[in-house]
């Protein structure tokens, strides 16, 4: 069982779902920089404390998303609404801007009639690049740019 001091260790002070749990989870990639980066943006966006957050390597994420596997989370950020509905990447970042006032403003861009297509496409090229765009910020993504890197020189040279 993960207490609320450890849960709030690994999600960064993100609210988690037992802290808030009449919310929507957000489902992200904790071991990503720009995965988290990019939640802590829609924290302090949510202004209504509509959300939770919810890393996808948290033992937790059976509860929320049972029926998602690892490979799925990994691919893109999901949200589990508070409906039971899942929505992922773009669809997910589309049903956010309904559900948070502060993003409201994107909304119409958002919902464009026959936008959707672009939308996907445009979230799974950044998606798949994460760790690459994570590695350029200069610090240091750990195990997670090691998993689709490989070792930095002179780790390699020190074994």
């Known amino acids: 069982m993960v207490t609320q001091t450890e849960s709030r260790k690994t999600s960064k002070g993100l609210p988690d779902p037992a802290a808030?749990?009449?919310?929507d989870v957000v489902i992200y990639d904790g071991h990503c920089r720009i995965c988290t980066g990019?939640?802590?943006?829609?924290?302090?966006?949510?202004?209504q404390k509509r959300l939770s957050f919810l890393s996808l390597h948290d033992?937790?994420?059976?509860?929320?998303?049972?029926n998602l596997t690892f490979d799925q989370m990994m691919e893109e950020m999901?949200?589990?609404d508070i409906r039971g509905r899942?929505?992922?990447?773009?669809?997910a970042f589309r049903y956010l801007t309904r559900r948070l006032v502060l993003l409201w403003p994107v909304m119409p861009l958002m919902h464009i009639p026959g936008s959707l297509p672009v939308w996907k496409w445009m979230y799974r090229k950044v998606?798949?690049?994460?760790?690459?765009?994570?590695?350029h910020t200069g610090e240091?993504?750990?195990?997670?740019?090691?998993?689709?890197?490989?070792?930095?020189?002179?780790?390699?040279?020190?074994?």
């Not at 997670?144 to 890197?149: E, G, L, P």
Request: with cysteine; glycine share 8%.
């Open 20 to 23: 808030r749990p009449d919310t």
């Open 38 to 47: 990019g939640v802590k943006i829609l924290y302090r966006l949510d202004v």
């Open 59 to 66: 033992a937790r994420v059976a509860d929320v998303a049972p």
């Open 78 to 80: 999901w949200v589990a």
């Open 86 to 91: 899942q929505h992922s990447g773009a669809e």
């Open 127 to 135: 998606a798949a690049a994460r760790y690459r765009f994570g590695k």
């Open 140 to 159: 240091d993504c750990g195990d997670a740019c090691q998993i689709h890197f490989g070792r930095k020189p002179d780790q390699q040279n020190s074994k």
